[in-house]
């Protein structure tokens, strides 16, 4: 009884940095390595270098969005559903018609990541036209 007790008093005084909120993710002692470490496991199976993908979506973040609160909760968004995302919970009420200015904001600057420019990806000349598929044309193997 008296070791739950001390116990539930220690959790209770902890530091801050020790029960630190993720959705304060600029706020930790390495907010680049804990971001990376927590957005890495949504990329893996999508590509080859997950962790070069959550850098760069850090990145362009930071470089796009001044406001610190809206800042810690896109961070957060990407962190618990992979891609970028703000939910009204996760802010104060006066910040919400934000939300959609930021979000047009990081579009761009996310597709890059995630999916490089697209310019030298996808030149006009490997495009199917429209109407037609890219399959090749079918081949009779009848004997």
Not at 29 to 54: H, K, S, T
Not at 71 to 79: E, H, I, N, P, Q
């Amino acid at each position: 009884m008296i070791q739950a007790l001390l116990c539930g008093v220690l959790t209770c005084t902890l530091p801050g940095p020790a029960r630190a909120d993720a959705r304060q993710l600029s706020l930790m002692p390495d907010p680049r390595g804990e971001f990376i470490r927590l957005c890495a496991p949504f990329m893996a199976a999508r590509y080859a270098r997950p962790e070069a993908v959550c850098d760069c979506l850090r990145n362009a973040m930071f470089n796009r969005i001044e406001d610190t609160e809206i800042l810690d909760a896109l961070l957060y968004g990407v962190t618990e559903r992979g891609v970028p995302t703000l939910s009204r919970a996760w802010l104060p009420a006066e910040k919400w018609p934000l939300i959609e200015g930021t979000m047009t904001a990081i579009a761009e600057p996310t597709m890059q990541c995630m999916f490089g420019s697209g310019t030298e990806s996808r030149k006009p000349q490997d495009l199917p036209r429209d109407g037609s598929h890219a399959m090749p044309p079918v081949q009779d193997l009848t004997p």
